[in-house]
């Protein structure tokens, strides 16, 4: 740990802490919802529904994993120490999300290449198989490390299965039902007819799985840690975190109140409860963050004691400084370029 915390020593780790944080949030938000269209093929009986369902997603399912993997590469180059303790914590279920999302990213492509065979049927359950998997392996890692990690000195010192317990059980059921959401939702705003009744129909039983995985987890997570106890039921920071769950709880009404207006008709009133359940997962991001902070290995590590140095985390951000516009922008020009509502008539070949 740096014992000059001042100058570049205390701002860069802020810095890079945000940019992490961020490419971690935004490969939530984007690749949530086309995990979600996964989650959902179960429950969608026509061959011609789950099609548009994929078209929908296949111009960005792929270039929304890209925040993933700067969010892991960020934290390799700028906080070492927690990238060489976090991983072999949770090297089952990461390794296990990997796999399938690389499952998954064939089954899509080979679901088109089986078209009028039978084994398309296969690959759509393998696509929605890897989807679940991908979401709930997601939760479980979410859950392991927010119950913070065994260390002794600067290693990992916890057991195999330390990543797999009620709480990270919870967690990944949790994200399974609100990346069901997200999808769902995403749906409502690019398809029409009988899909986006469907979408409409799946919304709200998802939502309200979605809301009471957020209390449940919520009013958990205090007895995790000391330190949470003390961010969310002490005074004055009780005061200070306050406005989370209140917003919370009107993003909720509202994103009902839109599900109950929904006309199929296309325009901002379509996009309404997509934009409302991402607000729902920026709120609880922002829970967490509250309850982490300045924490990157809880209890162990603060990120001032698993950064980098200066010099180097200096030379990255020249790296992010070029790539990250690059990306937002191209990103921004493939959601617009996409723009509208998807039908059987355009698609994916």
Not at 39 to 67: C, H, Y
Not at 84 to 91: D, I, S, T
Not at 225 to 236: D, S, Y
Not at 329 to 347: A, D, N, P, Q, S
Request: hydrophobic share 60%; net charge neutral.
């Amino acid at each position: 740990m740096p014992t000059d915390l001042s100058g570049w020593a205390l701002w860069l780790p802020l810095v890079w802490a945000a940019l992490i944080a961020l490419a971690v949030l935004l490969y939530v938000c984007m690749d949530g919802f086309d995990l979600g269209i996964g989650i959902l093929f179960p429950f969608m009986r026509e061959k011609a529904d789950r099609d548009v369902a994929v078209n929908s997603v296949a111009p960005v399912w792929d270039g929304n994993e890209t925040w993933l993997v700067m969010g892991g590469g960020g934290l390799l180059a700028v906080f070492p120490l927690a990238y060489a303790v976090v991983l072999p914590a949770l090297y089952m279920p990461l390794i296990l999300m990997l796999l399938a999302l690389v499952f998954r990213g064939v089954a899509f492509e080979m679901r088109f290449r089986a078209e009028g065979h039978r084994g398309q049927r296969w690959w759509d359950r393998a696509f929605s198989w890897g989807s679940m998997t991908a979401a709930f392996m997601q939760g479980i890692a979410l859950g392991a490390f927010v119950q913070g990690i065994e260390v002794q000195g600067r290693a990992y010192a916890g057991g195999w299965w330390d990543w797999l317990t009620p709480f990270s059980v919870l967690t990944g059921v949790a994200l399974v039902i609100g990346y069901g959401m997200l999808g769902a939702c995403w749906l409502l705003w690019k398809t029409q007819g009988p899909l986006h009744r469907r979408a409409a129909a799946l919304a709200r039983p998802f939502a309200l799985g979605t809301v009471a995985a957020i209390i449940l987890v919520s009013a958990i997570m205090p007895f995790l840690q000391p330190a949470f106890a003390e961010r969310w039921l002490t005074v004055p920071n009780i005061f200070y975190a306050a406005p989370v769950p209140l917003l919370v709880a009107i993003f909720v009404w509202r994103f009902f109140h839109a599900l109950a207006q929904d006309t199929g008709q296309g325009g901002i009133a379509d996009a309404r409860p997509f934009l409302l359940a991402l607000g729902l997962f920026v709120l609880s991001y922002v829970g967490l963050g509250i309850s982490l902070w300045p924490m990157i290995v809880p209890p162990a590590f603060t990120i001032w004691q698993a950064a980098a140095p200066p010099a180097s985390q200096k030379f990255v951000l020249v790296g992010a400084a070029v790539l990250i516009p690059v990306i937002l922008t191209y990103t921004g020009y493939v959601y617009w370029l996409f723009r509208g509502k998807v039908t059987t008539e355009t698609g994916y070949h």
